[in-house]
């Protein structure tokens, strides 16, 4: 009996150590292998976040991109209850997101990842946490993909844990990491991918 607990005990410190191994992995390769968005969104970031004033700024998008951040908070914190509160809230700004003064190629673009990011935003308002978690991911590229073409006022830092779902991203305000999709389990679990100005 001594010898089947010692092998468990042994068993379960590997599995520790590689966790916390692979967790603290900063090589480039692991962001380069789990790319979550394409190259051609990179590049219109870039395009859009030079061509867009910022007195232009879309208040719609900044107010998106504010109960986003809220939502990744709860989800930070393990706060099932306040994440489905969030997530309801997110979903409303979603929907009432003005793409008036967007290109009609924009417009477009803007349409289908609004329509795909308040469908995740509700599954959040009402589903437990692991769920919540797994629709954050796609909502996570969404709200990526919204400020590609709105440009952002403030600094983002793209984060990426490479534990969670074979690699996952998402965006915050501050380049300190702290993990939504682990929350207290790994809290500093990832890296700050790069920087979106």
């Not at 599995?15 to 969104?41: G, I, P, R, V, Y």
């Not at 939502?71 to 994440?83: M, T, Y």
Request: hydrophobic share 35%.
């Amino acid at each position: 009996m001594k010898k089947v607990r010692l092998t468990t005990t042994i068993m379960m410190m590997a599995f520790l150590s590689l966790t916390a191994m692979s967790c603290k992995d900063t090589k480039k390769e692991n962001a380069q292998d789990s790319t979550t968005h394409s190259e051609m969104n990179h590049d219109k970031m870039d395009k859009s976040n030079d061509m867009m004033d910022s007195d232009t700024q879309n208040l719609g998008a900044q107010k998106v991109l504010a109960d986003y951040m809220a939502l990744k908070d709860a989800l930070v914190n393990d706060d099932n209850a306040k994440a489905k509160e969030l997530g309801n809230v997110l979903a409303q700004s979603l929907k009432s997101f003005d793409a008036s003064s967007f290109s009609s190629k924009e417009k477009s673009e803007l349409k289908d990842i609004m329509e795909d990011a308040i469908e995740h935003a509700e599954h959040i308002s009402e589903s437990d946490i692991k769920h919540q978690r797994e629709h954050f991911k796609v909502l996570s590229k969404d709200v990526t993909d919204m400020v590609a073409i709105t440009g952002t006022k403030v600094k983002l830092y793209e984060q990426f844990c490479p534990m969670y779902d074979g690699g996952t991203a998402w965006l915050s305000t501050k380049e300190e990491v702290r993990n939504p999709y682990y929350g207290s389990q790994m809290l500093k679990c990832g890296k700050v991918q790069r920087e979106i100005n």
